[in-house]
C-alpha cells in the first residue's frame, strides 16, 4: 500500500524528553564519575532508558540490582525513583559511600506516606506493582499502603475506617486513569484525603496534554521510550485514546516498522521523560529519508523547573577526592 502523499509531515510534541528529575540524576551520575572516577556504582537503572543507561556504562558507571552487589566502602548513586528506608540502613551497614539522585517529587511523595502513617491513615497507593518508585513509597509505611493498580482494583481495597483514607499516586501514571480509579476510591469512601498536591509530576501531564494535541492530527504517533519506561508506556495509551489511528513505543529509530507509515501521512512523534534528545532527532532523520520532511513543532506550555543536585554531591565536589 503507498502512501496518500508524496511529501508526509511530522508533527513534534513539545515538551517531551528529559524532565527536570532525570536531568538531575543523569548528571548526577555523570559528575559522580569526574570527580571520583570510576567506577561508581548505580543501584538499578539510574532512569529508565536502555541509551542513557549505556552510555554511562561507557563510562564507567555499574549498575546492580542490590546493594549486596556492590564491595564494601564504594560509592553508589541512588536511582532517580527512589528507595526503600531499608535500602539505606542496608548501604550504612556495608559502609557505602550513597548519593541520592531521587526526584524531589518522588522524595515528595515519600514524604507525604510517612507523614499519613504517622497520622495512622489506611493509604491507598495508585500505581504499578513491582516498579521501583512504587517499591520504595510503599517501603516507607509498609503497614499503612496497599496498592492500587487499575480501577478494578478498588472493589478489593480494605480499610480500617472509611473516613481515614488518603490516596497517594506512582508519579508516571496517566492522568486519565488515575482520575478514573480515584474516583471509584471516592465513591467507595466519601470522605477519602486527596494529598496536599497532585503526586502525578509536571512532566508526565505536560507530554500527555501535548501527545494528545498532536495525535487528534495523526494517523500514527511514534513514542520515544524504552519498554521499562513507564510515563513512555503511558504516552502510547494516551495517544490511542486521543485518536491516533496507530501508536508504537521505540527505543530509537532502527526499531520502526516502514510497514507503519503505509497510508500515513502525518506522524506524530513525542518521547518519555527519560529521553535524550538526540534519540528523537534520530527519528526525524529517519523519516525525513521516508517521505516526511515537514516537522512542525507543537508546544503546549513551557518548562523551566531546575533541580538543584543532590547534597551530597554537592558537598563532595567541594573537596579533592580521596
Known sequence: MERMTAQGRVLLAAPRGYCAGVDRAVVTVEKALDHYGPPVYVRKQIVHNRHVVETLEKRGAIFVEELEEVPEGALVVFSAHGVAPMVHDEAAERGLRTIDATCPLVTKVHNEARRFAKEDLDIVLVGHEGHEEVEGTAGEAPEHIQLVQSPADVANVDVRDPSRVVWLSQTTLSVDETYETVTRLRERFPDLINPPSDDICYATQNRQVAVKEIAAESELVLVVGSANSSNSVRLVEVALDAGADAAHRVDNAS?????????????????????????????VTWLAERGFPTVEEHRTTEESLIFSLPRELRQGLKTPPA
Open 255 to 283: 526499531e520502526i516498522d516502514e510497514a507503519w507509515l503505509d497510508g500515513v501521512t502525518t506522524v506524530g512523534l513525542t518521547s518519555g521523560a527519560s529521553v535524550p534528545e538526540e534519540l528523537v532527532s534520530g527519528v
